[in-house]
């Protein structure tokens, strides 16, 4: 393993830093590479990384720490990361998106190829994946594909979907939503929609009404935040977001409303039981997995989340394959972007260890979860795991016990460790 121990690696991989905190093609990385020079290989390794989320950008970056002489393609169509964790802040004011925005460029240092373009097919028969007009080969490859939405399941949402925002990818849609809300005239209404679990980032949407429900406190004072949840109760931190919650009078929140029709001619979303007028709509549409894990069939009879190894991570339909972060199912863990990051360490380790032919140890997982309710204060989860007959198990959850700066401070911190984890 290129003189790197699991010792070393886990010390350096932080796995359980977040228990105690919670207490046309781009080419770029390597001269002159062309297509022809990536379609076949070579005597040397290869394992080609799709997505450059928080998985597959971590995935690279421990492959090429694990075992340098490994050659890492990662396949990424945006040429800079941005972090869907925090983005919430944007639409309240306290935050901008190029504060949320980071370079590639640690990884191209650890000599990470990056091809900036779009993965548009897996071929498992040949080991070898279609970008443009040409493919790269692999012996090992990791998709980190992220989610895709379910537009046919909201009538008229697939022809709206370029207006109605989910925003629900951070960048563009984000920085346009946060412009929305600001120019909604004071006693407008802000109508949020929650889809069916699971979706990316459980949390994530009640975080998004907390921190929209403080701005238009504090600017909107006429406003308010109606959201139509799809689900029986607030799915994550309940009584958390609801102590919060305490404070935002302007918030109408409606259990199992599940939208099912969108009208922006009439500027009206409809559920199985009510029409909801709106100013300003977020909706946020049922997800699966992103569409090369589907192309690839990589998912399992739902048609929407990949069944995994829970050890190697290795897809239970295609040898050879690993599939980390949000795509996955089967396992009792969030898709949140903690958990895809361990999961990119888990998969490197296990990749390189296959590739080197040694076993493959055992890298539980780990989650720590923090959510903005206000400018300044946050609540936050942990979660531990242990793998128990080569499934995952989870041991423990701390919640904790109410929103405080302190944590929001916490949460700062333990930002700029992951970040660094993943790109430096």
């Known amino acids: 393993m290129g003189g790197l121990t699991r010792?070393?690696?886990?010390?350096?991989?932080?796995?359980?830093?977040?228990?105690?905190?919670?207490?046309?093609?781009?080419?770029?990385?390597?001269?002159?590479?062309t297509t022809g020079d990536l379609a076949s290989k070579s005597s040397g390794r290869r394992v080609v990384v799709i997505g450059g989320g928080w998985g597959g950008a971590t995935a690279a970056r421990y492959i090429r720490m694990a075992d340098p002489s490994i050659e890492v393609v990662m396949i990424e169509p945006g040429r800079e990361?941005?972090?869907?964790?925090?983005?919430?802040?944007?639409?309240?004011?306290?935050?901008?998106?190029?504060?949320?925005?980071?370079?590639?460029?640690?990884?191209?240092?650890?000599?990470?190829?990056?091809i900036n373009?779009?993965?548009?097919?897996?071929?498992?028969?040949?080991?070898?994946?279609?970008?443009?007009?040409?493919?790269?080969?692999?012996?090992?490859?990791?998709?980190?594909?992220?989610?895709?939405?379910?537009?046919e399941q909201v009538e008229g949402l697939e022809a709206a979907k370029d207006t109605v925002l989910h925003a629900w990818k951070a960048g563009p849609q984000t920085v346009e939503l946060a412009r929305q809300i600001r120019a909604m005239e004071d006693g407008g209404?802000?109508?949020?929609?929650?889809?069916?679990?699971?979706?990316?980032?459980?949390?994530?949407?009640?975080?998004?009404?907390?921190?929209?429900?403080?701005?238009?406190?504090?600017?909107?004072?006429?406003?308010?935040?109606?959201?139509?949840?799809?689900?029986?109760?607030?799915?994550?931190?309940?009584?958390?977001?609801?102590?919060?919650?305490?404070?935002?009078?302007?918030?109408?929140?409606?259990?199992?409303?599940?939208?099912?029709?969108?009208?922006?001619?009439?500027?009206?979303?409809?559920?199985?039981?009510?029409?909801?007028?709106?100013?300003?709509?977020?909706?946020?549409?049922?997800q699966r997995a992103g569409a090369i894990a589907v192309q690839a069939d990589l998912v399992g009879a739902d048609k929407r989340w990949c069944e995994v190894s829970h050890v190697t991570?290795?897809?239970?339909?295609?040898?050879?394959i690993h599939v980390i972060g949000d795509a996955t199912t089967g396992l009792p863990v969030p898709k949140s972007g903690n958990i895809a990051n361990n999961m990119g360490k888990a998969a490197a380790l296990s990749i390189v260890s296959l590739l080197n032919g040694k076993p493959v140890p055992l890298m539980p997982p780990g989650n720590t979860c923090y959510s903005w309710v206000s400018d300044k204060e946050a609540i936050a989860v942990v979660n531990a795991y242990k793998i128990e007959n080569d499934?995952?198990?989870?041991?423990?959850?701390?919640?904790?016990?109410?929103?405080?700066?302190?944590?929001?401070?916490?949460?700062?911190?333990?930002?700029?460790?992951?970040?660094?984890?993943?790109?430096?």
């Open 7 to 33: 010792r070393d690696f886990l010390q350096s991989s932080g796995i359980g830093v977040g228990l105690a905190a919670g207490a046309g093609l781009g080419w770029s990385g390597c001269a002159g590479t």
């Open 81 to 114: 990361f941005i972090s869907c964790p925090f983005s919430n802040l944007v639409l309240s004011g306290q935050r901008t998106i190029e504060s949320l925005t980071l370079s590639y460029d640690g990884l191209r240092g650890r000599g990470v190829t990056i």
């Open 391 to 424: 499934k995952v198990v989870q041991i423990e959850q701390k919640l904790t016990p109410a929103q405080s700066v302190s944590v929001a401070q916490r949460a700062e911190s333990w930002r700029q460790s992951i970040w660094a984890d993943m790109l430096s």
């Open 189 to 286: 209404v802000f109508v949020l929609t929650v889809p069916p679990v699971a979706y990316r980032c459980p949390p994530g949407p009640y975080e998004r009404i907390s921190q929209v429900a403080w701005y238009l406190k504090n600017n909107k004072p006429k406003s308010k935040v109606i959201v139509l949840d799809a689900n029986p109760n607030i799915v994550s931190k309940t009584a958390l977001f609801r102590a919060a919650w305490q404070a935002y009078p302007n918030i109408d929140y409606r259990a199992s409303q599940k939208v099912i029709a969108v009208d922006t001619s009439t500027r009206e979303v409809r559920t199985e039981f009510d029409r909801v007028k709106y100013d300003v709509l977020n909706l946020i549409p049922p």
């Open 117 to 151: 373009d779009t993965a548009t097919a897996i071929e498992p028969d040949t080991k070898r994946v279609r970008v443009g007009r040409g493919y790269v080969a692999y012996d090992r490859l990791v998709v980190s594909p992220g989610v895709d939405f379910q537009w």
């Open 313 to 320: 991570y290795e897809s239970v339909k295609q040898k050879d």
